[in-house]
């Protein structure tokens, strides 16, 4: 990450925000799991020890989840700050429109060279350097991938059979007037849990919405014949290590994390509360 920074001329400025940002959704994280032990608590009879032992282990891994999607969010920065630098060097060196913009205020946080490509000529080599740059962003991401493969898999079988176990379990509350409060409880449970899988899908499909951005952006240059060939050349260097660095995220090279995988959890989890629906009619 720091080489990443380095290369990039990020500065500390953008880190302390990205540090303001990390705190507070850390504190979200802690806050809301608590909300939701309250919630389970008020609308138990008692508290048990088995309930205790629950929500410890899905404090975990909200606490795991956090740790993916701010490793994966620093990486969305960096590519953010790289299709920056191409945004200004394709649309903005010659006074022209303006494709990506900022504030004044943002502009006097941000004290780096944000042309940072320079001006066209035979002998720049800057858009070599960001490709450099990708590349490490690529490598870094698979070494995330790697090490939370394990993490991602059993979040999405745990989500899955929790899921199905709180629908066969609200069925039989919903036949018992008395048993409100259980299906307000099973029902904030299924919501807390779908989030978890949202959330690191959100971040996931996000990066890869990032490196569209940056692989439009390479191809701009591309095609702009005006442009010298070393700089094209450069440019479709670039492009190859694009389609080299998918930036996905995978589940053991079975799943991709994306948003078509959140909307076949929620087909999946629809599908089995119709069977157990019908089942329950002959129990």
Known sequence: MAKIDEKLNINMIEHSLTKKRAIIYLILCTVCPFIFCFINTVTQDDLNFTTLVAFSIYYGRVLETFVFCLLIGLLIVKL???NDYLSVFIYNKDGGKKWFTMSRKETSKRKVNINYIGSVSYENVKIRELAKAYCMIGETCEAVNCVF?????MTLMSTFMVIVLTIWSSIYYFRNDDSSYALIRIIVWCAVETFLIGTLCCFSEYILIKRNCTKFLVNEIIMNY???S????QAKAFMELIDVWPLYISVFDMLRL?????LKFISVATTYLIVI?????FM
């Open 80 to 82: 953010k700050v790289i």
């Open 277 to 281: 629906i019908q089942i329950s009619h």
């Open 149 to 153: 493969n394990f993490q991602i898999l």
């Open 226 to 228: 005006d442009l010298p």
């Open 258 to 262: 994306d948003i078509k995988l959140m």
């Open 230 to 233: 070393t700089m094209r050349v």
